[in-house]
Each structure stands twice: as structure tokens, then as C-alpha cells.
């Protein structure tokens, strides 16, 4: 008896430490710096931008601010249209697949952040940079915007949809 008593409670024991040193669900991308957001968005779901199922209209608030998150559903929701013509991640018309993909470090001014990426498209040849300005919420670091020289994506979507719708 003593025997049982003694392995269930160093059972509850090693669960406990567990569970405590464990992150809990979802803490994990509120700690994430914005730089590792950006990377996390690369290699995970950069897709959602522009495919417009369900399931990403639900994983673009993982990564995007309300402001941008909005404008994004409003886009994946109009008449085709009206939607955005081009892959805003890949900065291209084309075959969005890249090589020689670079994040680079966040540089912070207060509660904002940028983090440039750089690619190479591969169909092309082109190469590419992008500007992602995050800034801080109550759920983590979160893409306010994203641009190149030649675009800014809020702007081209408010363009689109004014009233975002």
C-alpha cells in the first residue's frame, strides 16, 4: 500500500513540474520577438494572405492587428473583383516561391517594430525586400502593415475596401 501511495505521488509530483514549466497554449507567439513572428508567419502561414479559407480567416489574428486582420477578411470575403491582384508576401504577380530567404533583426522604437525580409523569387530571379512594421498588443507583437517601395499593403486595401468590406 505504502508502495502505490509513494509512486502515485511522485506521479502528481513529476505532472505538477510539468505542467508548470510547460508554456501554456497560445503564451508562446505573445512572447514571440517581432522578428521571430515574422519568421514564424514565413515558414508556417504566409499563404493566408491571399488564400482565403476559413480556417486562415481564423489564423490571421495569430499574426496581424485588428486594423490590418480587418482589411485582410474584408479582401478575402469581396467579389473577386475587388480583391488584392497580386501575393503581398511574395511582392510578385507570379510563381510566389523564393530562395535565399533573410529576416533580419526587429529594430524597436517603443511599441513598434520593423523587420526587413529579403528573398530571391526563384522563377525570376528577382530580388526582393519587404518592410514589416509589428507593433505590441495585449496578445503579443503583431504585423501592422507590410511594404516595398512600391506598395503599402493597409494602404492597397483600404483602397480596396473602404469601409472594410
Known sequence: MKRNYFTASVLVLVLIVVLAIMPAKGKTAAMQAPDEV?????KHDSAIVVRGTIDDDKRIKNYFDKSLGD???ADH??????QI???PIADTNGNPAWTNLQIGAAKFAGDAATVVVTFTLKESGFKKKITY????TSQGWRISDLATNEWDLKR???DLHPAGK
Not at 38 to 42: E, S
Not at 77 to 82: L, P, Q, T
Open 38 to 42: 515574422v519568421r514564424q508567419f514565413y
Open 156 to 158: 492597397t486595401l483600404k
Open 71 to 73: 482589411l485582410i477578411l
Open 85 to 87: 491582384s497580386f501575393d
Open 133 to 136: 512594421s509589428l507593433h505590441k
Open 77 to 82: 470575403h469581396a467579389d473577386e473583383s475587388n
